[in-house]
């Protein structure tokens, strides 16, 4: 779908990557809609890129349906929100694993659904696009809501791909690894082992955009070999958790 002149709703907005992919979208002529939580975030980038705001919750459900509203005047949508802190074994609640789904799963699920049931009804072309991560392939200590949620996600995409196929209404998964300079993993202070490489939010940008452009099942937005690493995680996890303690992860993630 060419972006220029496209509407465009994108969740998440006020984040690190969220803010990135606007302004990228801005720039080639979209219309936004921005939402997210934090309004005076959303209001500045909505200064700077032309966008309109809409604050929402989306471990709130009637924020969910206003925003499956607000969805059915737009071309394209961005499912980019998340949450990533988990906390160790011995403090997960149960009301933190029903926020992570509710944020990182149901909502965009529940979005995508009902926006590809409308263009479907009226005939129109769409594009969704939702942000995953590559803890959709591989599983870190301390991580288990966020792998839980972005491998549901990654085989949600997946399977509504292949229903869509056809239609006139497109679908990627935009799956970034360690994003450097903003944003939950640049956030969160954690330092990598000697050697593992980042990408940059304009990558996930140009990812997105790429997305929207060309309607690729997946676009990784990370070096290569953390894509392999991750990819061969898929078929031998124990592998890959004797891998990783080895090169010390738990340790890393614990800060010690
Ligand atoms: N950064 C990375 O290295 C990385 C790597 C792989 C994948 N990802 C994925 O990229 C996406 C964007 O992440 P980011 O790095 O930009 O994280 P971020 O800076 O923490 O931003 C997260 C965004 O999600 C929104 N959000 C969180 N909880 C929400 C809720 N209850 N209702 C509505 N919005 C909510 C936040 O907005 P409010 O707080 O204002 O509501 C914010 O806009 C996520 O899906 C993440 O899993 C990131």
Request: neutral net charge; aromatic residues 4%.
């Amino acid at each position: 779908m060419e972006i220029s002149g496209s509407r465009v709703l994108l969740t998440g907005a006020s984040g690190g990557l969220g803010a990135a992919i606007a302004r990228d979208l801005s720039r080639r002529g979209a219309d936004l809609v921005l939402t997210a939580r934090r309004r005076e975030l959303l209001d500045a980038l909505a200064a700077e890129t032309r966008g309109r705001v809409v604050v929402a919750d989306l471990a709130v459900r009637a924020d969910v349906e206003a925003l499956i509203e607000e969805s059915r005047g737009v071309d394209v949508l961005v499912l980019n929100a998340g949450v990533g802190a988990d906390v160790g074994i011995r403090s997960e609640t149960a009301e933190h694993v029903d926020t992570t789904i509710d944020v990182n799963l149901r909502a965009p699920i529940v979005m995508a659904v009902a926006f590809a049931q409308h263009k479907l009804s009226v005939g129109e072309l769409g594009q969704i696009v939702l942000v995953g991560s590559l803890s959709g392939l591989a599983a870190t200590p301390d991580t288990r809501m966020y792998n839980a949620t972005k491998f549901g996600l990654r085989g949600f995409a997946h399977s509504l791909r292949q229903d869509l196929d056809g239609s006139g209404i497109g679908l990627t998964l935009v799956s970034p690894g360690f994003i450097r300079d903003a944003g939950m993993f640049a956030e969160g202070g954690i330092d990598l082992p000697p050697g593992v490489r980042t990408k940059s939010p304009a990558d996930v940008a140009a990812g997105v955009v790429r997305a929207i452009e060309s309607n690729p099942a997946e676009v990784f937005v990370s070096p290569v070999e953390l894509r392999l690493a991750a990819t061969l995680a898929t078929v031998a996890p124990a592998f890959s958790a004797a891998v990783q303690k080895r090169a010390g992860t738990a340790q890393m993630k614990s800060g010690s």
